[in-house]
Structure formats: structure tokens, C-alpha cells
């Protein structure tokens, strides 16, 4: 009789492990408390437009591949993945642009044009972060870190490349032109980083990047969440929506299955969590079964950013326009100073850098014939800052418009025709995520790798968590390491159990 598995919540993580493990023989029910799976990577369908609501930038497209290919499958009978070129278009803070590809040629050619003396660096830069990617993403990320001696083991590896350095500090290294820079060393905050204080090791990003190309999946982001729950079914695995978690119940040093909202109890085996972990441990099990250690690390640890997105349609089409790419950002006069406001002042500050997100560019079945698709996401202190949303959200929201019409998109709001706004509240109330934090726990060197909370519960034996808040991180490639990890010590453990002592 197979063995049954339960996971909380449909994102990325859950369904990853979800599909994985049903691929290889094991019973497994997903519970998800909204009407749609997908977590952050929800779906906004308004007047005919559809919104992705999380992730976006598609990089390591062959992970994907695999989870299909584990169930004899191919992705692509599933759901399309088309390149995006340019990766970015980043303007600095006069409006000029600045893209990036898959093409060196391309380029150093765009890197001449800032600043001559920084080609050779930045070849410099690619082949030192080469050794990075290939430690930290191809040979690390996948594996777990549960016992202090498998850190002690990388840590030669990583003292040579330079992990203690921050990303910002280690490119510098290499690049002189300020706005180069900040370039070169933004992407930890695509996984809820300051670019200031995350481990170089982050650096690898970029070259993710040029190794396998950003992509865009035909139909959004929750394209590839639909394509998942199909595969699922076809596996006989099942999905539950409006079936919000109440409690993980335990018995000793295991957990028993989950009980949910309605009072129903339902047991299994082995208990996946893509809940955020805080919430996992702080919220959906009984205090007098956790650890006072491990309830007192989770408010402890240091939390990412958290996000304003407003979505919105118009019945203008901008994409002719050539101004703008399919991924577009917008950095302001300030960098660092901004970041130290976010992530260390916690205060919401008057200026903003900007994601502005345009998929009608290349998939016109995001919006009704004849408009626009767009999300733009400003990053903002989690809820330690003390902002009152529920009053400053409209104004924050008018002047991030305001700017839009004014710098790139020309009459945008007498054409919006559809809209709607999260803000942290939207992660804290509705995604659960402690703090507001949209990306979890913030990957700085000190909660890293082992330092940051384990994939298999180190109290409860049969508890494995996925997502952003574990082992890798937060990110697509991330997640979906995370839910191979718990694939992995499921099976793992199960075999153990048959062998004869």
C-alpha cells in the first residue's frame, strides 16, 4: 500500500514535491486554503486580463522538464516556455536604457556604451562567478543541510569564493561604473536580498541566467501552476481548495496528518509544509508541541522585504511604443540609501526603484484584443515599519501611476480599464507570510545553507518544509531544489524503513 502524503499549500514548492512524489508511487492530497492553487504565483483574472501574481522571471526552465519527465511526460505537451529577449531592460534614473542577454557580444557592446573600461572587467566577473554557480547552484542546491558537519565540509569551498563578501562588494571588484553596478548586483533582490548584505554566492544569479535564458511561459506564470495540478491529477493525486490548514497534529517526535479549518483530520505518513516556515511553526502547530527554541528562532531570524504590485490593464496599446522590453526596471537616483531604508531603517521612503512587468509584449492572451497587460512592484519594508496600508496604499499607489505616465507610459491612467493592488498586509493576511516578508527569511551568509531553516524538521521527523524560507531560498530555481530535497529524504527515509537491521 503506497504511502500517503500530505502538503500544505499549492505553490511552486508544494505541487513540486507534490508531483515528484507521485510520480514515484506515493498517495498524496495537496490542501491549498484559497479558491486557486498557486500560492504566490496566484492568478488575477479581471475583466478579460489575467495577472500573475508572483514570479515572473522563468530561469532554469529544465527543472520543469524533469518534474515531467519523472512521470514519463514532456513539458511541453503541458505548457509552452518561450525565450524573452531582451532579459531586462534597466533604465537609470535619467530614463536611459540599459539591456541584457544571453549574448556576450551584445552585451559587452551595451557595456562600451556606459563605460569602456568595464568590458574586460566584467568578462573578469563572469568567469569568477562561473565557479560559483557551479558550487552553489548545480552541486549545493539540491542537497539539504540538516547536521552542522555538512557545512563544515563546503566551508573551504566557500571561504575561496569569497561568500563572505556581500554580492554588491564582490562585483565591484570588477565594475567601476556606478550604474553598472547596480546592474550587475540587483538580483538579490529578486529573491528577497539586499544586494548590500546577501552573500556573494547570490552573484551566481546572473549567471543562471546566461546559462540557460529567461523565459516566459505562453499563457503566464500560472500556466505552468495549471500545467502542474493537471499533471497531478493524471498521477492520482489530489488538490483541495478552500481547505485551509488549522493544525499539523503530532504524536511524540512525529507529526500524524493535518486538521483543517472545517475540524475535519486527515493522517498521512510523511507532512510537506509550503506554508512560510514562521507560519508553519509559529501558527499551524500547537506551542506545547515546538520547541520554545525553535518558536523563539523563527521571530528571531531576519526577514526579506516585503512588495506593492499594482496590476492593471488599459485600453491603449503601449507595445508599439518601443520604449519598453517584457521585463523592465526602473532605478532611481538612490540605491544603496534606498535599500538601507527598506531593509535596514524600515521606513517607507518618498522615492521608489521599480519592476515593471509587460507580458502583452509577448503573449497577447494576457489582455483582451486591443490593450495592455502590466504589473509593477515596488519592494518595501515588511510590517516592522509600522506603516498604517490600509491609508497609505492609495496615495503610494497614485504616486508610483503618476510617475509611470509621466516617464513611460503617456496618459496611462485616463486608459486603465482594469486594476487592483496588494501590499504587505496582502502577504501577511492572505499568503500568511510572517512579517508581510514576501520572500521569507532574507539570504544574508548567517542563514544560509545550514544556518537557514532545514528541510526535514530536526524535532519532528516525518515534517519536511518547502518554498522560500528553506534550504536554497526563495526563486523558481530555489523552490523547486527545495522540493527535490524533500522528495529525496522521503524517499530516503522509506527505504531505510524496509531494510532489515
Not at 44 to 70: H, N, Q, R, S, W
Amino acid at each position: 500500500m503506497a504511502k500517503k502524503v500530505i502538503v500544505i499549500g499549492s505553490g511552486f514548492g508544494g505541487l513540486g514535491a507534490a508531483t515528484r512524489l507521485a510520480a514515484v508511487g506515493y498517495d498524496v492530497e495537496v490542501f491549498e486554503k484559497r479558491d486557486k492553487p498557486g500560492g504566490r504565483a496566484y492568478t488575477y483574472e479581471i475583466d478579460g486580463f489575467k495577472f500573475d501574481g508572483g514570479p515572473t522571471v522563468i530561469t532554469a526552465p529544465f527543472m520543469f522538464d524533469d518534474i515531467f519527465a519523472l512521470a514519463g511526460r514532456k513539458r511541453e505537451d503541458y505548457v509552452k516556455f518561450v525565450p524573452v529577449d531582451p532579459f531586462y531592460r534597466i533604465f537609470d534614473a535619467d530614463g536611459r536604457p540599459f539591456d541584457y542577454n544571453g549574448d556576450e557580444a551584445f552585451i559587452l557592446d551595451q557595456i562600451r556604451q556606459r563605460n569602456s573600461a568595464d568590458v574586460e572587467g566584467y568578462q573578469r566577473f563572469m568567469q569568477t562567478t562561473k565557479a560559483i554557480f557551479e558550487k552553489g547552484f548545480i552541486e549545493l542546491a539540491d542537497k539539504p543541510f540538516l547536521n552542522f558537519s555538512d557545512m563544515l565540509k563546503v566551508a573551504p569551498d566557500l571561504i575561496k569564493l569569497q561568500s563572505y563578501k556581500t554580492v554588491y562588494n564582490y562585483m565591484k571588484q570588477f565594475i567601476q561604473d556606478d550604474f553598472l553596478r547596480r546592474c550587475f548586483s540587483f538580483h538579490p533582490l529578486l529573491v528577497g536580498g539586499n544586494p548590500f548584505d546577501t552573500t556573494s554566492i547570490y552573484a551566481m544569479i546572473h549567471y543562471l541566467e546566461r546559462e540557460w535564458g529567461i523565459h516566459y511561459a505562453m499563457g503566464g506564470t500560472g500556466a505552468i501552476i495549471d500545467a502542474l495540478v493537471k499533471l497531478l491529477g493524471e498521477l492520482g493525486g489530489e488538490l483541495h481548495l478552500d481547505s485551509g490548514v488549522k493544525e499539523i497534529t503530532v504524536s511524540g517526535n512525529r507529526v500524524t496528518g493535518v486538521q483543517l479549518e472545517d475540524g475535519s483530520i486527515h493522517y498521512a505518513d510523511h507532512v510537506i509544509s509550503n506554508a512560510d516556515v514562521a507560519t508553519t511553526y509559529l501558527k499551524l502547530m500547537n506551542p506545547n508541541h515546538v520547541r520554545g527554541l525553535t518558536r523563539q528562532r523563527m521571530k528571531t531570524l531576519r526577514y526579506s522585504m516585503s512588495l506593492f504590485v499594482i496590476y492593471f490593464g488599459t485600453k491603449k496599446l503601449y507595445r508599439n511604443d518601443g520604449k519598453l522590453a517584457h521585463h523592465d526596471i526602473i532605478l532611481g537616483d538612490r540605491y544603496r540609501e534606498l535599500l538601507r531604508d527598506i531593509f535596514t531603517k524600515k521606513q517607507l521612503a518618498d522615492d521608489f526603484s521599480l519592476y515593471l512587468h509587460m507580458p502583452t509584449l509577448t503573449d497577447q492572451s494576457m489582455a483582451p484584443a486591443g490593450h495592455e497587460a502590466f504589473y509593477v512592484l515596488s519592494p518595501v519594508p515588511h510590517l516592522d515599519a509600522g506603516v498604517d496600508w490600509t491609508r497609505t496604499a492609495k496615495p503610494y499607489r497614485d504616486t508610483i501611476m503618476q510617475f509611470l505616465e509621466d516617464n513611460y507610459l503617456p496618459d496611462l491612467q485616463e486608459n486603465i480599464v482594469a486594476e487592483h493592488y496588494i501590499d504587505p498586509l496582502h502577504f501577511y493576511n492572505t499568503l500568511n507570510s510572517y512579517k508581510g516578508a514576501a520572500f521569507s527569511v532574507e539570504p544574508i551568509l548567517t542563514q544560509s545553507a545550514w544556518f537557514r531553516p532545514h528541510n526535514r524538521s530536526s524535532q519532528f521527523e516525518n515534517l519536511y518544509i518547502v518554498g522560500a524560507g528553506t534550504h536554497p531560498g526563495a526563486g523558481l530555481p530555489g523552490v523547486l531544489s527545495s522540493s527535490i530535497i524533500a522528495q529525496d529524504l522521503i524517499v530516503s527515509a522509506d527505504h531505510a524503513t524496509m531494510i532489515p537491521t
